[in-house]
C-alpha cells in the first residue's frame, strides 16, 4: 500500500530545474574532476619514474619500473579507493552526506601534494613514500563516489536525475583530459627551458635532473581543484531525504530545501514520526528482507560495475604501452625522457578529446530519454565488438599502415564505455536503494568496481607480458559480454521517484519491479 509522499520530497521531485542544480553539479563534480586526475594521472608519469630511479648504467634502453614496483604504484590507489567506498558509502548513512563529503575533500588536497613531496634518497624510499600517500589520496577519492553520486540523486526532480548525476560523473572525462594537457604543458616547458639529447645519443644526459620536477608537478596539481570547491561544498545544506528519512528533523529538511527552491514548505513533523512509527521494523543491510527487496538489486549494480571496471581501468593505464605496440609512441630511446612524458599525455589527451568526453555526454543528452537500462545494454554490446575486432585480427592492426583504424576503433571501445556502463554504473545504485542505506550501497557497488579496476591494473600487466596483447584483448570482451548479461538484473528507474524505487512509500510491500520506464 503506497503511503502518502512528504511535502518536500514531492516538491524536490517535480521541482523545475534551478540554478541550484547547476550549482549542485558544478560542486560535486569538481570533486569527480579532481578524482579522474588523481587517479590517472599516474599512468603519465610511469615511464619517466623509470628512467629517473631505475636507468642501469650503459643500458642500451632507458629504464623502467620493474613489474612489482609499476603494479604497486599503478594500482595502490585502487586500493585506497575501494577501502574509502566502504568507508565513507558508511559514514554517509551514519553521519550524514554533508559532514562526511568535508573529509573527504581534505584529505585528497592533502595527499595530492604530499604525494609529489615523496621522498627518499633511493628508488625504494621514494616508491614507498609514494605508494603510502597514493594510498590515503585513494581513500579520500573512495568517499567521493557514493556521496556525490546519493547528495546528487537526492537533490534532484525525477524528470532530469539521471542527467543531472550523469553529468557529475562526466566531469571525470574533463579530469582525465585535464591530466593530460597539464603533462603537456609541463613537459613542453621544461623540455623547452632544459633541452637534452634523445637517450640513444646520450644515455647520461637524456635524462636532466629537472625531470624529477616534472612528475611532482603533475601529481600536486590534483589539489588545485579539490581546494578551490571546499568553501562551496561546504556551503551545501544537508539533502531533504536524508534529514527528513534518516535523521527524522522534518522541520529542518523543509527550512533547508525552502531556501534552496524559494518556496515555503510545510514541517510535516507529524507525519515524518508517523512514517518512522510505521517503520519500527526497518531492515538491514544483513537483513532476509533486503535480501528480498534488493539483493538482486545489489547482486547487479556489483557485478556489472565489477566487469566493467576491469575492461575499462585495464584499457586507461596501459594506454600508452599499446600506443608504443602499434608505433604511435616512438621507441623509448629515440626521445628524452621529458619528451616521452610530452608524447604519452598528447596521445592521452587526444583519445579523452574524442572519444572519452564526448561519451559521457552522450550519456548525459540521452539517459533520461533512453533510460539507463538500454543505455548500459548498448554500451557493454558495443564494447564486446569493438573488442573482438581489434583482437581476433590484432597483427593485421600493428602494420603501419592500418595504425590509425587501430586507434579509431580503440577509441569506440572508450566511447561506448563512457555512453555506456561507466556512467550507468555510477548512476543506478544512487537511485534504488532506501534512503538509509544509499550511501552505504552505492559505497559496495562502486567497490566492486575498484575490485574489478584492480584485476584491471595488476592482472592486464601480467597478461600482457605473459600471454600477450592479442589474448588479453580476447580476454576483455569475454568480460564485456559478461558485463550485458548481467545487466539483466539492474531495474530501470528512468522517470521514477527515488522512494517508488526503493520502496519506501510503499509500507513493508516489496517494490513492483524492474524494467518500466515510468512516466
Not at 242 to 253: D, E, I, Q
Not at 377 to 402: E, K, S
Amino acid at each position: 500500500m503506497a503511503r502518502e509522499q512528504l511535502q518536500v520530497l514531492n516538491a524536490l521531485d517535480v521541482a523545475k530545474t534551478q540554478w541550484y542544480h547547476f550549482t549542485a553539479i558544478v560542486i560535486a563534480g569538481m570533486g569527480f574532476f579532481t578524482d579522474a586526475y588523481d587517479l590517472f594521472c599516474i599512468s603519465l608519469v610511469t615511464k619517466l619514474l623509470g628512467r629517473i630511479y631505475y636507468t642501469a648504467p650503459h643500458s642500451a634502453t632507458p629504464g623502467s619500473l620493474p613489474s612489482n614496483v609499476s603494479a604497486a604504484v599503478n594500482g595502490v590507489a585502487f586500493c585506497g579507493t575501494l577501502a574509502g567506498q566502504l568507508f565513507f558509502g558508511w559514514l554517509g548513512d551514519k553521519m550524514g552526506r554533508k559532514r562526511a563529503y568535508g573529509m573527504t575533500l581534505m584529505l585528497m588536497v592533502l595527499c595530492s601534494v604530499a604525494s609529489g613531496l615523496s621522498f627518499g634518497h633511493e628508488p625504494t624510499g621514494v616508491m614507498a613514500t609514494l605508494c603510502f600517500f597514493r594510498f590515503w589520496l585513494g581513500f579520500g577519492i573512495g568517499g567521493d563516489y557514493p556521496l556525490s553520486a546519493t547528495i546528487m540523486s537526492e537533490y534532484a526532480n525525477k524528470k532530469t536525475r539521471g542527467a543531472f548525476i550523469a553529468a557529475v560523473f562526466a566531469m571525470q572525462g574533463f579530469g582525465i583530459l585535464a591530466g593530460g594537457m597539464v603533462a603537456i604543458i609541463v613537459s613542453a616547458a621544461f623540455n623547452s627551458r632544459y633541452p637534452a639529447p634523445a637517450y640513444e645519443a646520450n644515455p647520461a644526459h637524456s635524462t636532466v635532473p629537472e625531470a624529477d620536477y616534472v612528475w611532482r608537478i603533475i601529481l600536486m596539481f590534483g589539489a588545485l581543484p579539490a581546494l578551490l570547491t571546499y568553501y562551496w561544498r561546504m556551503q551545501m545544506p544537508e539533502t531533504a531525504r536524508y534529514t527528513a528519512l534518516v535523521a527524522k528533523n522534518a522541520k529542518k529538511a523543509a527550512a533547508d530545501m525552502s531556501k534552496v527552491l524559494h518556496v515555503d514548505l510545510e514541517a510535516e513533523q507529524e507525519k515524518v514520526e508517523r512514517l518512522a512509527r510505521e517503520q519500527r521494523i526497518e531492515f538491514s543491510l544483513f537483513s532476509r528482507q533486503f535480501l528480498h527487496r534488493h539483493g538482486l538489486h545489489l547482486l547487479g549494480t556489483m557485478s556489472t560495475w565489477f566487469l566493467l571496471d576491469i575492461a575499462f581501468y585495464s584499457q586507461n593505464l596501459f594506454q600508452k604501452d599499446i600506443f608504443t605496440a602499434i608505433g604511435w609512441i616512438p621507441k623509448a630511446k629515440t626521445m628524452n625522457a621529458i619528451e616521452e612524458v610530452f608524447r604519452i599525455g598528447r596521445a592521452q589527451t587526444l583519445i579523452a578529446l574524442c572519444s572519452t568526453v564526448p561519451g559521457y555526454w552522450f550519456t548525459v543528452a540521452l539517459i533520461d530519454r533512453m533510460g539507463r537500462f538500454a543505455i548500459q545494454l548498448m554500451g557493454f554490446f558495443f564494447m564486446t565488438v569493438f573488442m573482438f575486432a581489434l583482437a581476433i585480427p590484432y597483427h593485421h592492426w600493428t602494420l603501419p599502415a592500418n595504425r590509425i583504424g587501430f586507434v579509431v576503433i580503440y577509441s569506440l571501445t572508450f566511447f561506448f564505455a563512457n555512453f555506456g556502463p561507466n556512467a550507468t554504473t555510477f548512476v543506478v545504485p544512487a537511485e534504488i536503494f532506501p534512503a538509509r542505506l544509499r550511501s552505504t550501497c552505492h559505497g559496495i557497488s562502486a567497490a566492486a568496481g575498484k575490485a574489478g579496476a584492480m584485476v584491471g591494473a595488476f592482472g592486464f600487466l601480467y597478461a600482457a607480458n605473459g600471454i600477450g596483447v592479442r589474448k588479453t584483448l580476447i580476454i576483455l570482451g569475454v568480460i564485456n559480454f559478461l558485463g550485458m548479461v548481467f545487466t539483466f538484473l539492474v531495474p530501470e528507474s528512468k522517470g521514477r521517484s527515488l522512494e517508488e524505487m526503493s520502496g519506501e512509500n510503499e509500507g513493508q510491500d516489496a517494490p513492483k519491479s524492474s524494467r518500466q520506464d515510468g512516466a
